[in-house]
């Protein structure tokens, strides 16, 4: 029947395609998901994941022709596997809060000057990595910012981080005088430790911030949820940050769960009687060690 026949030439063409596609994909990704988490490609010159751990991550990273390695995250690169694997280092770590300004020139930067094709890395490969290659595909590969947006949706960035969602969204190819500021910025493959006391300081400002709207009895959820995720974060990091498995780690790491128990409080009262708490652990834990 003529119906039939072309109706099942369609689903073939269809299942066909679909394989084709598959195939395809495997042959460019599939093993590397299998060792890199979160491994996303934007296109062929720019891909993100999670950071690479082993030797066989390098490995497989180089294999795949990667040239420049960019590490937006506060621990610092592993630069004997990445020089053993023709890797360069670009070191730029960035906050849960957004992307400051002068990070985004030194993304663009690196999109512009180094070698290609470039792997953008943060811890898991979710949220600060993809925003940051976010904004190197604008940069440079024409990304529209309503396709940045959409590939953070898709490779699952939570909508929570509001600033990563924020300074995507807002960034655009940079202005002339940026453009002038380029050639003052130094692109570091390492960059200076983030310290404990930086972590420190950035939970404060989010603490403060939280603070001050429930006294003023003013928090929208918005902003509650952007501030608290960030603490959470921040706690996390931390804990990365303080390699010495002692007390102090097991702590931080409990504070993960507090800065939780914040994030899913609602109403005012709620929020302020976990703000107590929460405040309660920061001056138990300074007063035994500072
Ligand atoms: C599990 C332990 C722990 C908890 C909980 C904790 N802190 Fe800290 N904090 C530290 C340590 C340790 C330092 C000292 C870091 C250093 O100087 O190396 C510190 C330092 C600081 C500093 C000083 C940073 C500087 O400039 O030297 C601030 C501000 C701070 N913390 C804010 C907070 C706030 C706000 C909270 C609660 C929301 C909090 N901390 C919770 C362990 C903790």
Request: proline share 3%; aromatic share 6%.
């Amino acid at each position: 029947m003529q119906f039939d026949d072309s109706f099942n030439f369609r689903n073939f063409l269809l299942v066909f395609t679909m394989v084709v596609g598959n195939l395809q994909a495997e042959d460019s990704t599939d093993s590397v998901e299998r060792t890199i988490e979160n491994f996303n490609r934007i296109n062929a010159n720019l891909s993100c994941g999670s950071q690479p751990q082993s030797e066989s991550h390098f490995a497989k990273l180089q294999k795949l022709g990667f040239k420049t390695v960019v590490c937006v995250d506060g621990t610092s690169p592993n630069l004997k596997m990445l020089r053993k694997h023709g890797l360069r280092s670009v070191h730029i770590p960035l906050p849960y809060s957004g992307i400051p300004q002068e990070s985004s020139r030194m993304l663009t930067k690196a999109m512009r000057e180094c070698e290609k094709p470039i792997f953008v890395h943060c811890h898991h490969g979710l949220h600060r990595g993809p925003a940051a290659a976010a904004v190197c595909g604008i940069a440079q590969v024409h990304f529209s910012q309503k396709e940045a947006v959409k590939f953070l949706q898709t490779v699952g960035t939570d909508p929570a981080y509001v600033g990563l969602y924020r300074d995507v969204q807002n960034f655009s190819v940079l202005s002339t005088e940026d453009d002038r500021q380029l050639s003052r910025i130094q692109l570091l493959e390492q960059a200076p430790a983030t310290k404990l006391s930086d972590v420190m300081v950035r939970i404060e400002s989010h603490f403060r911030f939280l603070k001050d709207q429930a006294t003023k009895q003013q928090q929208s959820n918005d902003s509650w949820t952007e501030h608290s995720v960030a603490i959470i974060e921040e706690f996390k990091e931390a804990g990365r940050l303080y390699k010495q498995a002692d007390n102090l780690k097991i702590e931080l790491q409990e504070s993960v769960q507090t800065a939780t128990s914040l994030r899913l409080t609602v109403g005012n009262h709620e929020r302020s009687v976990a703000l107590k708490v929460l405040e309660k652990s920061c001056v138990q834990c300074h007063a035994k060690r500072r």
